[in-house]
């Protein structure tokens, strides 16, 4: 009855209130992948342990796998939840699937698995030879999993997208002139539009460790690192310091130029290996996981001034079945004995 009254004291504290919700949500935007790919990982109830014992408010996974949907019960912890490539067609071609799928790994457990974003398909291009068979299914398969989503009255509670990354780019330098490349445009403006119309973001791998080992030739590894000592490229009125800001806004300038102004980018990957190149050790690897943790709790890009950057990073453990180059078994911020491999903080 007094609060009320006094509207100037209610007015105060609401004021206070937002304050604390928006610092709040600062100190949780940064969440942690969680792939599966080794035969020597801990138990998901174990890696859920690990990842409340050390803070750590959001999580990625790669699959519907049942024991880790179990173990996140009562944790709270924030979810990424992929539909696989593999089952992209099934789900496309099939709108009871997709309502079944929806059931079985949502439905069942939203009570007390905090579910935030469903990932449709990751890193699917028509451009990329690994990915292409797949790009016809992303956006049918995002459509039948959105309405699965609304018929269980969760639109808007769980948020609708696929992860991108930026082979989707034809342009990226300076950031201001990001745009699509013309070989992606048809298969990625449609799913711009379907983003847009659900309120929902677009997700994007970030890594600036390939963009430098790609290019080391016109890339400092400082600026890759978020080390340089000041600006390293001049856009315009936009300054970049860091690689990281500069492929997200290339990005942001490619949605812009695409009739996607509106989006919010989360990243979804980032990170840096810590073996398997010269580049990729564990002194470079604890310098960028631990800047872009700095980075991104306060922090913003030049383009987006004042929007906080919701990131994942890449990824809880190093994973010893994982094909490919050999940096790619060396992501992990732990090892598979749940021992930190670098003192890093996510508080």
């Not at 750590?56 to 519907?64: A, E, L, N, T, V």
């Not at 959105?146 to 989707?168: D, E, F, P, W």
């Not at 564990?282 to 800047?291: G, Q």
């Amino acid at each position: 009855m007094v609060l009320t009254r006094n509207k100037p004291l209610l007015a105060a504290l609401l004021l206070g209130f937002v304050i604390m919700s928006y610092l709040a949500t600062g100190t949780q935007s940064i969440g942690v992948c969680y792939g599966r790919l080794g035969n020597n990982l801990p138990s998901p109830s174990q890696v859920i342990n690990l990842y409340k014992s050390n803070g750590i408010k959001s999580m990625r996974i790669y699959d519907p796998y049942p024991e880790t949907l179990q173990a996140l019960r009562g944790s709270d912890i924030q979810l990424i939840l992929d539909v696989p490539n593999n089952d992209l067609k099934f789900l496309a071609y099939n709108a009871a699937a997709a309502t079944i799928w929806v059931q079985k790994n949502v439905v069942n457990y939203v009570s007390d698995v905090n579910f935030r974003y469903i990932a449709v398909g990751n890193e699917v291009l028509p451009t990329v030879d690994s990915t292409s068979r797949y790009a016809q299914y992303v956006l049918p398969a995002m459509k039948n999993v959105q309405r699965a989503i609304t018929t269980a009255n969760l639109k808007g509670q769980i948020k609708v997208s696929t992860a991108t990354y930026s082979a989707v780019l034809g342009t990226s330098y300076p950031p201001s002139n990001g745009s699509f490349d013309n070989h992606v445009s048809s298969f990625i403006k449609p799913i711009i539009n379907f983003l847009a119309e659900n309120d929902s973001p677009l997700l994007a791998n970030i890594y600036p460790y390939f963009s430098y080992t790609g290019n080391r030739k016109d890339i400092q590894l400082p600026y890759a690192l978020f080390t340089a000592p000041g600006v390293v490229v001049q856009d315009g009125n936009f300054q970049y310091r860091n690689l990281f800001d500069a492929s997200l806004d290339a990005l942001y300038a490619a949605l812009e130029k695409a009739g996607g102004a509106n989006l919010r980018v989360v990243v979804s990957e980032t990170g840096w290996p810590s073996e398997g190149d010269p580049a990729a050790t564990m002194n470079n690897a604890r310098t960028y996981n631990r800047n872009i943790i700095n980075h991104v709790k306060g922090g913003s890009t030049p383009r987006r001034p004042g929007q906080a950057i919701e990131t994942y990073l890449f990824a809880m453990f190093d994973e010893n079945q994982k094909s490919g180059l050999e940096t790619e078994k060396h992501f992990g911020l732990f090892t598979p004995s749940q021992l930190s491999k670098y003192h890093i903080s996510f508080s």
